[in-house]
């Protein structure tokens, strides 16, 4: 999966997903005697949906996936790709879904919290500047994420339940032994129940999560491009005109 700072699928939901859906940088007119300057390389489609290189930078550079250690640096990129190439087939289904609006004050959270992985406010907008986006942009990606994890809890979410029974069986069998080898006290059950709980809640919910983006995939057209282009890039192709018959 995507590997991202938190762990868990649904936590990365939010994150990765910010910049899962950015605008694709405009790219400058050039002029038909001028070569062609590469701004922006198509990554992967998914259904007939490009995945840009900015966006993938987008996440990388807002801080939203992070190296883990020994990791290459292709072997980075490809993780945070999929990453994104799963964000976006969510993405669809939600469109098709059609869920409302998402509340303003969450959004505004985790603009905030996106801001405070930067120094200052100048450097959060310098960022934003360099990966062609403003504030009110990034407000909007992450309305757009925030809505899949709304899809989660309204589809999904109802399908877990824990028993007490596998709250008792991982007490026993996984928590108590792990403690004890630590050599660290056990506290009694009734103490860790709800903390358990919603631990195995998580897991479930990220397991549904799993499941449903796995039909998504089997459903979907995926193609990918990662590879750097080989060779300089095309020549400029000018359109020309017919001759028009004369009257």
């Known amino acids: 999966m995507s590997g991202m700072d938190r762990p868990g699928l649904l936590h ?18 050039t002029p038909a005697s001028a070569p062609y300057t590469l701004r922006d390389r198509i990554l992967a489609v998914v259904d007939e949906d490009p995945i840009l290189a900015s966006d993938l930078e987008r996440v990388i550079a807002l801080g939203l996936a992070v190296r883990e250690p020994g990791e290459s640096q292709e072997a980075f990129r490809r993780r945070v790709l999929e990453g994104l190439v799963d964000q976006r087939l969510r993405a669809h289904e939600i469109d098709r879904f059609g869920l409302g609006q998402v509340d303003v004050e969450l959004v505004d959270e985790h603009v905030a919290e996106i801001r405070s992985r930067f120094e200052s406010e100048e450097a959060f907008r310098r960022r934003l500047a360099e990966l062609e986006l403003d504030r009110e942009g990034l407000r909007q990606l992450v309305a757009r994420q925030l809505s899949v994890l709304e899809y989660v809890n309204e589809r999904l979410a109802v ?15 996984v928590l108590a032994p792990q403690l004890r080898a630590q050599g660290a006290p056990v506290p009694p059950i009734e103490e860790v129940r709800e903390d358990i709980r919603e631990l195995l809640r998580e897991q479930r919910l990220n397991q549904e999560i799993e499941t449903w983006t796995e039909q998504l995939r089997r459903a979907a057209d995926v193609v990918r491009f990662l590879e750097e ?15 028009q018959d004369s009257p």
Do not use: H
């Open 229 to 243: 282009p080989v060779g300089p890039l095309p020549p400029v192709v000018q359109t020309i005109k017919e001759p």
């Open 12 to 29: 990365a939901a939010v994150w990765v997903l910010a910049t899962l859906l950015a605008a694709a940088a405009r790219a400058q007119e």
């Open 159 to 173: 399908r877990v339940f824990v028993a007490l029974d596998e709250i008792n069986l991982y007490y026993e069998q």
